[in-house]
Structures are given as C-alpha cells and as structure tokens.
DNA sequence: AAAAATCAGTTAGCATGTTAATTATCTTAT
DNA sequence: ATAAGATAATTAACATGCTAACTGATTTTT
C-alpha cells in the first residue's frame, strides 16, 4: 500500500488543467474570460437567472459574480432587473450582443470538443462525464 | 441529438467544488488556504523542488507562487535558497514547522478522503482516477 | 570573448476566489 | 401592525489567477 494515495481534487483539478488548454486560445481570442464565457454559457441555454441560481451553477461565488457581471454590463453582454415580486432579487439575462456572442463562438468551441474528444476517446468521454455527475450528486 | 451536450470543464469544476467540500473544513481549521495545502503535501512528498516545477505540481502559476511561498515563508511554514549551481533558480522546502503542519493534518484528511470513498464507491473512485489521469497525458 | 538569445523568478495591473460584515427587502412571530 | 428573524445582493479586505513586462543569470551564437 503507498503512503500517500494520489489527491483526487488535485487529479481534477490538473485534469480541468489540460481540457482548458484546448479552449483558452479561442476565449483569448475574442476577450472572455473563462467566468465570462461560462456565465454567457448558461444564460444562453437557460435564459433570465437569478444571481443566487447563476453563481450556483457558473461555480463562481456571488461576490464575484457581483464584479464579473458589473463588467460584463459594461461591455453590454449583459443586463440586469430588479424582480418585480421581490425586490431584493436581481434577474440577468444576455443582450442581443450576448446572444451573437454566443452563437458566433459556440461553432468553434465545439470543434475544440471534437479535438478533445477525437484525442482521449468518445467512449471514455462519456464514462468520465458520468463519473463526475455522480460526484457532483453528493453535493450538500 | 441535444442541441447543447454539457461542458466537460465545468464538470470538472463543479465534480472539484463537491470534493473539495470534503476537505475545505479541515482547512479552514487550521489556517491553511487551498493552495498553501497543495504546496505543504507536495513539498512533503517530493521534498525540496525548484519553483517551476512546483508551481507545475500545484497548478499554480508562478507570479501567484511567488505571493504563496511568500506568505508562507512569514508563516515559517517553508524555507527558500538560491541553487549553488545556477544562481537562478531558487529551491523551496518545508521547514520542521512545515513537516509537523502536514504530520497534524494527514490523519484528519485521510478520514475526509474515506468519507467520500464511502459514499461515492471505491472501485467507481479508482476508475475516476485513472480516467482523470489519462486526460492528464493530453497535456501540450 | 562579446553580443544575442534563453531562462528562472519577480513585479505590476487587473480579474476573480474567499470570508465576514453590511444594506435593503421580505417573512415570521408576537 | 410591529419587531425580530431570514434572505438576496453588495461591499470590504486580503489571497490567488492571469498576462505582460522586467531583472538578473546562464547559454548560445557569431
């Protein structure tokens, strides 16, 4: 038996490293950051969030959400509202900007998946991604 | 054909945010933040390393290396000296302190890593790993 | 050997991670 | 109806992520 066993959040985060590297050049090229493409990601397949839902899911906390959106207005990618049932929660949802933003990335991106894919194998793709779901199902 | 598969790095991410919470109590009852724990086992493994090949080990860049080891040099966690042979490059390795702070910790972190190995299934845990790993060789 | 290229680490500047405290709003208990 | 409690988001303060530029030391080129 060894002495110290390999670190599983070290693994996934070494792991995350390198599936990174084969989509940092396109983010790079077109200015986003990672968070940033993320947070247009998600909005794009689920339409207007609530900052709580959109942190939770985008993993970025809502302190930093706080700036990530503030800058992302101001480049007009997003807009916010205050809900009209409660005013304490405030509604996101991409711009027409956004939304070209997205579409006008999301062709590239999937060619990169297609590299990545092609490279490491569909099958295990698909096992690894299950893997991780049923990690993320301990959550709480 | 859904219109939009799910993002592997945010799988990754959010697989890694499930498992650190495992491990993140323990952390923050010591003081320690994610990334000085990294450095502490890997320099408790590896012993004495060069900054570069650390900053790889941890997956953390250099300039925030520089900012860690500095922090945890005012922590006397880990001692730095310039290489007698080429006066560049710097090794960093755990001072008694260091060794003493990973000695104190291992224990509890083991029992957190046996936790989640209860609920997630060893064996699926080993497959994980390995798929992680192979993902990994991807790297360049 | 001297200049150019390379390399290790740091510094600088801004974006984000992280926790605690704060503000404004809403809910519940009395 | 009002005060206490809970909730959503922000602010503050410091640690880290990230890129580019910089410094000093070593290697390569000419």
Redesign the pocket.
């Known amino acids: 038996m060894p002495k110290h066993r390999q670190s599983l959040t070290l693994n996934l985060l070494q792991a995350r490293e390198v599936a ?1 590297s084969f989509f ?1 050049p396109s983010l ?1 090229d077109i200015g986003l ?4 493409w993320r947070v247009v990601r998600i909005l794009s397949q689920q339409g207007e969030l ?3 839902r959109l ?1 939770d899911l985008a ?13 992302m207005e101001t480049a007009e990618l997003v807009e ?1 509202r205050r809900s009209e ?7 996101v949802k991409l711009t027409a900007a956004g939304e070209r933003c997205f579409e006008s990335m999301s062709g590239r991106m999937e060619e990169n998946y297609e590299r990545l894919q092609e490279r490491y194998g569909a099958e295990k793709l698909q096992t690894l991604l299950v893997l991780l779901n049923e990690l993320k199902t301990l959550k709480r």
Chains 1, 2 share one sequence.
Do not use: F, W, Y
Request: proline share 3%; with cysteine; hydrophobic share 35%.
């Open positions: 990174m940092r790079k950051t990672e968070q940033q609530e900052i709580n942190a993993c970025i906390l809502k302190p930093s959400m706080t700036g990530v959106l503030a800058r916010r049932h409660d005013q304490r929660r405030v509604l």
